[in-house]
DNA sequence: TATGAATGAGCGTTCATTCAT
DNA sequence: TATGAATGAACGCTCATTCAT
């Protein structure tokens, strides 16, 4: 029985079977078969797509990174708001969309996949808030420097903060908050 | 032609080889051949040692965030300084042993390698930079209401300016300082 | 140079050159390479059609001994000759086509396959020797009250008998009639 | 800490670990290894008094059959009772000592060493129940010609009929009692 | 007699990749 | 575009066995 779809189309079903089981079982373990398996196509297919597993491997972690980053970059270009008030909003809409695939996340397996995905994610980020902390600074909110290192900072951060263990999400944001206006002298 | 060493002297000639190897080529471009090649030793026996691969990768990493972070326990153990001292101080502290290895961090196929180990490094040093934040607030050098979310944010922020491209080290450093004044209301 | 052929080809392919490689050599001193080197193909593809060595060799004992149990199950089909002619004829029936792989048998390495193979071939000779045991007693050609139990005497006795040193096959055989005909009450 | 023992002693030792551990996961499964920490001794220990592994293992069928043989020897040696009733007693006698080391032979994995056990066994038993039937005979309870094909069978009838499965013990036993009964025409 | 670190060869298995169809 | 049998190279790992002590 042979499938014919959109290239477009298959293109993504593989890169979306791919970060599933990526997210689940980690690079190694992950093999192209599996990946095949799960859309039901022939190995061979995926070459077609890609040219090797590791390429397909960073393709999943780009996109899925863009994707997470997608409506925090949304949220940058359309909100004027005063900076307190966007750090208040802020973490809620990044995990919005996370929030669908957190529970892939967060195995023992799959540790290393977390990490590579959340430093593309943080890459992908500063940019989004060094233009916030710029625009906060044009305002007259703040007064650093350097918007891009304290966006780097801001960033990175709340990244060293959410991986910590011990609390509960919540509590997490919480504390980041508290010191992102503390740091930023809001 | 068998040679005989003492078991701690065979699991860490194991260990830097590792390290050595693992740093080059990365996780999975590394057989434990390699490794048992490069001290010149059958490869059995690094199983004696380690009871796999990723046990072995797992000892390295562990082992040697330490040894990266140690330079900096001595510090904080020892210091009563200010804390603005400290901040001018302190990269140059951490880095002095790091740089002893910094050749093997930046190749393409070991980003995984250094990612990873830089951020255990990251685990060990936030205690630290907590209980010298903590001495700083209680002599009245800052006033965060909480430490440990200040560590955290020092420290993986760091990270973040570190691996920022673009910058000479020594520029990184700068504009580190100067954000940690900031941020820290120095 | 690569040969495709239909799955069902290869598998038997496959089983064949076990058999005889397993036969020569027993278990565990033959390798899959072996067995690939055999036929010619790559030792992955023994993988697609059996999950694992031992797998393989059970699937190998299955079939063969179904293939020597075959011509009796035939003769057990179509016979409705009196018990004592049966007993006469049956081994010279059965030895016919074992004798074709008789030679692989009995060397001293694969001592433990060719009992593994006996026993299976048995189980698969027993129900066959119940039905006509049963025969027999419906048509009043002996008496016992457990057809089941004296099927699997006459055709473990059978096998300890072959198993036996010191005699001619022949010799065996005879043996073997005349007690059966003895037990039986013939 | 280095306990010394007499050679006999060490020897029996190590049989003993070998016959629980091949029983319980079989040869291939079992290493020097687990023999030897099982006894809390040194892996080349076992090289003094076995010369290889497949010696140990043969060593161990012959010596546990012998054991597993003994009772039901020393029973031949001194009875001189009727047959009838020595089929009666006979079952229970082997299955005394038999039963303390039942429960190791009847995993999956260890079915090849119960196999191999049970044969080794079954050429034990063969001479003595020869030897028996042969005095039977001598008293006139009995009239056959071949004794020792007599004895072949009723010594693996048994062990197909024990092998059976879906009855319990007790119920086979019973099962072999009629049929020997009938089959050696008392 | 006993140790246990070390050897070295090999094995089962996996898998990214290719290619004839 | 899609298949899937086939490849081939390597890899992690095991283990019987040895040997210096």
């Keep these: ?15 979306d079977a791919a970060l599933q089981i990526f997210g689940e079982k980690g690079y190694e373990k992950t ?7 799960a859309i039901g196509v022939a190995q061979g297919l995926c070459y077609r797509y890609f040219p090797s ?14 994707l997470l980053a997608e409506p925090f970059a949304q949220y940058e270009k359309e909100t004027d708001k005063p900076l307190r008030q966007i750090i208040e909003e802020m973490p809620a809409t990044i995990e919005d969309r996370d929030s ?32 916030i902390l710029q625009r906060a600074r044009d305002r007259g ?12 900072f801001c960033v990175y951060g709340q990244l ?4 910590d263990d011990g609390l509960t999400r919540e509590e997490k944001l919480e ?9 930023l002298h809001l």
Tied chains: 1, 2, 3, 4.
Aim: neutral net charge; contains cysteine; charged residues 30%.
């Design 53 to 66: 597993k590791e390429a397909l491997f960073d393709s999943v972690i780009e996109q899925y990174a863009s």
């Design 1 to 15: 029985m042979r499938i014919t779809k959109e290239p477009e189309v298959r293109r993504q079903e593989i890169l």
């Design 175 to 183: 504390k980041i908050r508290a010191f992102l206006a503390f740091a």
């Design 160 to 163: 060293g903060a959410l991986q």
């Design 141 to 152: 909110e703040v007064s650093f420097d350097d918007p891009h290192t304290a966006a780097v």
């Design 31 to 37: 093999s192209i078969a599996d990946i095949a398996k």
């Design 100 to 131: 669908r695939y957190y529970a892939l996340f967060h195995g023992a397996e799959n540790a290393k996949f977390h990490v590579l995905l959340s430093l593309k994610l943080c890459e992908k980020l500063v940019p989004l808030a060094e233009r």
